[in-house]
Each structure stands twice: as structure tokens, then as C-alpha cells.
């Protein structure tokens, strides 16, 4: 049995809705549209979500592509989600406050059956961690940390 590798990311508040990550010396921005009173500097926390649902299952499948001397010459991931939005403004709502369902849509660009295609993108999703923590229940957990820095 491999030993696990943990993958760490520190998000900062800033003014107004923006937050902030440095993600390996790369700037990420997260914020909410203006016309949710955000100042529209990134994606919303939602859209990096579906984002990274759908950039992972890219990723595995160069890396399946690889491994199978599959030429893939490209792949296209479309992600959509649906969810009420009334329990994260803390309003009273019969819904779960994620994601009620979550779709995904590839198209793959290889010499390949529709039924090979779909074999594919079958066995890409089952290798996809992201795919797996959306489709099983993962143990989440959440506490308080000591202040960093005193203002």
C-alpha cells in the first residue's frame, strides 16, 4: 500500500468578497460577480469547483491516454451543476446546500467508437480522485487555528 500525499492550499480574505491563494507561486483569485456586490476579480468558489471536476478528469485522461498509447489529441470537459442557493444565504430551504446534481459532458478527440469513447471516459472517471470525492461521501472536517499574526 503507497503512502498518502496530502495537497494543502491557504485561501486569504481580502476586501469586499475577494479572496486569495498562492498556489505554488501561481495568483489565484476567487470573488463573486458585482451583481452580487463582488468586485468580479476571479471565478466563484462554485465555478473553481465544477473547474477542477472538470480539469482532473482532463488530466487523467492524458494520463490513461498515455499509459494506453491512446493519441488523444484533445478532450473537452463540460461541468454543470445545480443547487439552491437559499441555504448559503442562510435562508430556510428543504435542499441540501450543495450541489443537488452535478453533470458532466466530454467530448474526446481520438481515433475511437462512440462505445470505446465512452469506455474511456467511464474508466477516466472511475481514476478521477475529484470524481470520487464528489460521487462518495468523504469525511470532512473543520476547526479554528490560532491566529498567524496579531494586527
Given at each position: 500500500?503507497?503512502?498518502?500525499?496530502?495537497?494543502?492550499?491557504?485561501?486569504?480574505?481580502?476586501?469586499?468578497?475577494?479572496?486569495?491563494?498562492?498556489?505554488?507561486?501561481?495568483?489565484?483569485?476567487?470573488?463573486?460577480?458585482?451583481?452580487?456586490?463582488?468586485?468580479?476579480?476571479?471565478?466563484?468558489?462554485?465555478?473553481?469547483?465544477?473547474?477542477?471536476?472538470?480539469?482532473?478528469?482532463?488530466?487523467?485522461?492524458?494520463?490513461?491516454?498515455?499509459?494506453?498509447?491512446?493519441?488523444?489529441?484533445?478532450?473537452?470537459?463540460s461541468v454543470e451543476g445545480d443547487y439552491n442557493p437559499a441555504g448559503l444565504l442562510g435562508k430556510p430551504s428543504e435542499?441540501?446546500?450543495?450541489?443537488?446534481?452535478?453533470?458532466?459532458?466530454?467530448?474526446?478527440?481520438?481515433?475511437?467508437?462512440?462505445?470505446?469513447?465512452?469506455?474511456?471516459?467511464?474508466?477516466?472517471?472511475?481514476?478521477?480522485?475529484?470524481?470520487?470525492?464528489?460521487?462518495?461521501?468523504?469525511?470532512?472536517?473543520?476547526?479554528?487555528?490560532?491566529?498567524?499574526?496579531?494586527?
Open positions: 500500500m503507497s503512502a498518502n500525499k496530502r495537497v494543502a492550499v491557504n485561501a486569504e480574505m481580502n476586501e469586499g468578497f475577494l479572496v486569495s491563494a498562492d498556489i505554488r507561486g501561481h495568483q489565484m483569485k476567487i470573488d463573486q460577480p458585482e451583481a452580487a456586490r463582488g468586485s468580479d476579480q476571479g471565478p466563484t468558489p462554485l465555478e473553481y469547483f465544477l473547474f477542477s471536476l472538470g480539469g482532473c478528469i482532463c488530466t487523467i485522461g492524458r494520463i490513461a491516454a498515455m499509459q494506453q498509447k491512446i493519441d488523444l489529441r484533445g478532450m473537452k470537459v435542499d441540501r446546500v450543495g450541489f443537488q446534481q452535478i453533470q458532466v459532458s466530454a467530448e474526446i478527440d481520438a481515433d475511437m467508437s462512440d462505445e470505446e469513447k465512452q469506455a474511456f471516459l467511464d474508466a477516466v472517471c472511475e481514476r478521477c480522485p475529484l470524481h470520487d470525492n464528489i460521487k462518495l461521501e468523504t469525511r470532512v472536517t473543520h476547526h479554528l487555528m490560532e491566529p498567524s499574526c496579531v494586527v
